[in-house]
């Protein structure tokens, strides 16, 4: 009996001694997550806050004249819509050039197609129209 209370003892201590450890390991698994998480939604609210600091720099700066703000802003905007036209005129003719490489393809497929369609024929003795060409019908 002496020996199993000395081996109950032992276990126990031996456990005791490796709770502590296990706690530290679920725990530390638990919240390293947790902290990847945290470091990421404090990045966030750093660059909201600086964009933040930034809006109010701007509408601290001194008020321009009206009319210069007008003239300012008509020039951006026919600058603006000149350069959206010639972006559109390049997105055109490169869907144009585009469209006809696909025609071009499109031919070179069903080309090839008809070309092999005509040699299967010539070589099963079958003509254009597909008939038999050795066979004539008889008269009536």
Do not use: W
Request: hydrophobic share 40%.
């Amino acid at each position: 009996m002496g020996q199993l209370t000395l081996y109950v003892d032992c276990r126990a201590a031996s456990l005791e001694a490796f709770i502590p450890g296990m706690i530290h390991i679920a725990i530390t698994n638990a919240i390293t997550p947790l902290s990847t998480t945290i470091v990421a939604l404090v990045a966030r609210i750093a660059v909201c806050e600086h964009n933040q600091r930034a809006t109010e720099e701007i509408l601290d700066m001194p008020d321009l004249p009206q009319k210069i703000n007008e003239l300012e802003g008509r020039a951006k905007q026919i600058a603006d819509h000149e350069s959206d036209e010639n972006i559109n005129e390049e997105i055109e003719g490169d869907a144009y050039e585009d469209f006809i490489d696909m025609e071009e393809i499109m031919i070179d497929v069903v080309v090839q197609a008809s070309l092999a369609k005509f040699s299967a024929a010539r070589s099963s003795g079958a003509g254009l129209s597909g008939g038999h060409s050795g066979y004539r019908c008889p008269n009536r």
